[in-house]
């Protein structure tokens, strides 16, 4: 019987949940908003099932296949604009959904909130649900069974996911299927889906309005100066950096991740998943071939000979250029070696922090000054003066 007794050792993979034969394990929000396994002991039959499909517990085997590295960007110029970094996710998804297949990957329910979603065909908004990054644990309840049942019926499959999701699913699955491929995406921890909801009720209330569309990642004033978008359906638009923005700055400085996200167990090179992506923020050192004009790259680990093939067919989508695995982790990739840092303070800001105002709180632990807010005016004014994208190219010169 699965038994949490230190919140740092569950990653909330709902693997335990998702294989229990008698249904007796519910995922519940714990204060922070992160959900963690609770077990009717009465309907228990000691199986074991719950502890033995445990990534945390027992971490899936990983594969000896030599790791090829790769810088890539998609050709569709609309795909590269939506995404965070260079499009690398979305032409996957074409791919297999060209193939009948279906897709499992996070994006936002009718409320914003984070959450994995399953398509199996192409529409209007499809490119958009998966399109960028997600800084916030998504809710994956029940979507494990019906990849299952996909796989049994040999459709293609593809997951995204964080790396304990990756190995929370392979390890429900049991076993290797051909048409499954699975992503995992390089991450600096997961933050608090209840923190999230405060922040989007804090930006409803300021503007007055339903939000319409959200970007944790907009190339606002470029990539390498993405920031928080949010439009609102009154019209009015919504843009903070990492300088300022509530949620950014809190996430960034080690107050909003789930607690065993500062001891990740799955910060490694080599991984269980077919592909490891990640923000390319260095193309040029990692390839010469490749000209840098700040709309993104996106860095590709290849884990598997069976993504290997895969990426075989997407070529022909991508602009992509070799790299070397090493040198690319140390430049660009260093999360996928090391854990963050929790904030000094982070206990004490999760006990309190329903209690007063949002922008009160939070700035009581991390400091946002004046200049923060004057420098993140200025940004924008050089931006439509042009005068930010000159001393961009000026900068890259240099290098």
């Not at 996911?161 to 299927?177: F, I, R, S």
């Not at 339903?210 to 990642?217: A, P, Q, Y």
């Not at 903070?240 to 909003?256: M, P, T, V």
Request: net charge positive; charged share 30%.
């Amino acid at each position: 019987m699965i038994s949490i007794n230190k919140k740092k050792d569950c990653c909330g993979c709902t693997g335990c949940a998702s294989v229990c034969p008698k249904h007796c394990i519910t995922m519940v929000a714990d204060e922070e908003g992160f959900l963690y396994p609770q077990v009717e002991i009465d309907k228990c039959i000691n199986c074991s099932l719950c502890e033995k499909v445990c990534p945390i517990i027992n971490k899936p085997l990983v594969g000896e296949e030599e790791r090829k590295s790769f810088v890539v960007r998609s050709k569709d110029e609309h795909i590269l604009t939506m995404s965070t970094s260079g499009g690398a996710f979305l032409p996957m998804v074409k791919k297999v959904l060209s193939l009948g297949g279906i897709v499992c990957s996070a994006t936002y329910d009718k409320d914003f909130r984070i959450v994995h979603e399953i398509i199996s065909e192409k529409n209007n908004s499809y490119l958009e649900k998966f399109a960028g990054s997600k800084y916030v644990q998504s809710d994956i309840r029940g979507l494990f069974k019906i990849i299952r049942e996909n796989l049994a019926l040999e459709k293609f499959v593809l997951f995204a996911g964080t790396p304990c999701q990756v190995a929370g699913l392979k390890n429900y699955l049991g076993k290797d299927y051909e048409q499954l491929l699975t992503v995992d995406v390089v991450c600096h921890g997961v933050g608090s889906p209840l923190f999230w909801e405060k922040y989007l009720e804090c930006q409803t209330g300021k503007f007055k309005s339903e939000i319409e569309k959200i970007s944790f990642r907009k190339k606002t004033y470029g990539y390498h100066s993405s920031t928080m978008a949010i439009c609102f359906k009154n019209g009015k638009i919504y843009y903070g950096s990492g300088r300022i923005d509530y949620f950014l700055k809190g996430y960034f400085f080690g107050l909003l991740s789930r607690p065993i996200c500062y001891s990740c167990p799955f910060k490694e090179v080599n991984r269980c998943s077919d592909f490891t992506i990640y923000d390319c923020w260095n193309p040029t050192a990692l390839n010469s071939d490749i000209q840098e004009d700040d709309k993104g790259y996106t860095n590709i680990i290849i884990q598997s000979k069976k993504g290997e093939i895969f990426f075989e067919t997407l070529k022909n989508d991508y602009f992509h250029f070799k790299s070397n695995t090493e040198k690319a982790i140390q430049m660009d990739g260093i999360m996928a070696i090391k854990s963050d840092s929790p904030h000094v303070k982070r206990k004490e800001f999760f006990k309190t922090f329903e209690q007063e105002d949002l922008k009160v709180h939070i700035r009581k632990f991390i400091f946002i000054s004046k200049k923060d807010y004057f420098v993140e005016r200025l940004k924008g004014i050089f931006y439509r003066l042009k005068i930010l994208q000159l001393l961009k190219k000026i900068r890259r010169k240099k290098k």
